[in-house]
T-cell receptor
Framework: EAQVTQNPRYLITVTGKKLTVTCSQN?????MSWYRQDPGLGLRQIYY???????DKGDVPEGYKVSRKEKRNFPLILESPSPNQTSLYFC???????????????FGPGTRLTVL | SQQGEEDPQALSIQEGENATMNCSYK?????LQWYRQNSGRGLVHLIL???NEREKHSGRLRVTLDTSKKSSSLLITASRAADTASYFC???????????WGLGTSLAVNP
């Protein structure tokens, strides 16, 4: 089944403890992206990647890192999480490297992160 | 803000009625997309309409785009309880590499 998977789906952690949220897609998509969703603020893009080894900042990249070593995987890394990073996180992918402006985005199921 | 704005913020209708949601934006677009989200779950793509298109249909969904008014609307005809969800518009920014999202319309379809 064509899909975007994220793990974990739920995570409660403490301030400063490094964590990684994995994202994987099996559709051979070029473009991948991370969003966070917060009440009253909507979806905001954190980072995106147009191809392997190509990543760029979105609107709210502070406090996050990403890497794209393989086409199918795009992990989100929080080196030192803080409570203001408590949010619902979504990974998404699109077929074309040009980005979601040209093509449908497929979303993962979301990761609900709580940082205490 | 670069965000699009949907209205209404919330809409409650009875099954069988039509639901109309609107989206406005401030700068020019390459395309505009509508997505649905069920109760904090993942988003599902509904329709993409390009700036040179005026109307698109998909099943019970109809999207219109008026670039002169910088607005779009999503019409769901003959609504069902399963249509209960939040609906978001998102527009491609100038370089197409990201989407800018509205805050969504929360639709409740009552049986």
């Amino acid at each position: 089944e064509a899909q975007v998977t994220q793990n974990p789906r739920y995570l409660i952690t403490v301030t400063g403890k490094k964590l990684t949220v994995t994202c994987s897609q099996n559709m051979n998509h070029e473009y991948m992206s991370w969003y966070r969703q917060d009440p009253g603020l909507g979806l905001r893009q954190i980072y995106y990647s147009m191809n392997v080894e190509v990543t760029d900042k979105g609107d709210v990249p502070e406090g996050y890192k990403v890497s794209r070593k393989e086409k199918r995987n795009f992990p989100l890394i929080l080196e030192s999480p803080s409570p203001n990073q408590t949010s619902l996180y979504f990974c998404a992918s699109s077929l074309l490297a040009g980005g979601p402006g040209e093509d449908t985005q497929y979303f993962g199921p979301g990761t609900r992160l709580t940082v205490l | 803000s670069q965000q699009g704005e949907e209205d209404p913020q919330a809409l409650s209708i009875q099954e069988g009625e039509n639901a109309t949601m609107n989206c406005s934006y401030k700068t020019s677009i390459n395309n505009l997309q509508w997505y649905r989200q069920n109760s904090g779950r993942g988003l599902v793509h509904l329709i993409l309409i390009r700036s040179n298109e005026r109307e698109k249909h998909s099943g019970r969904l109809r999207v219109t785009l008026d670039t002169s008014k910088k607005s779009s609307s999503l019409l769901i005809t003959a609504s069902r309880a399963a249509d209960t969800a939040s609906y978001f518009c998102a527009r491609a920014a100038g370089n197409n590499r990201k989407l800018i999202w509205g805050l969504g319309t929360s639709l409740a379809v009552n049986p």
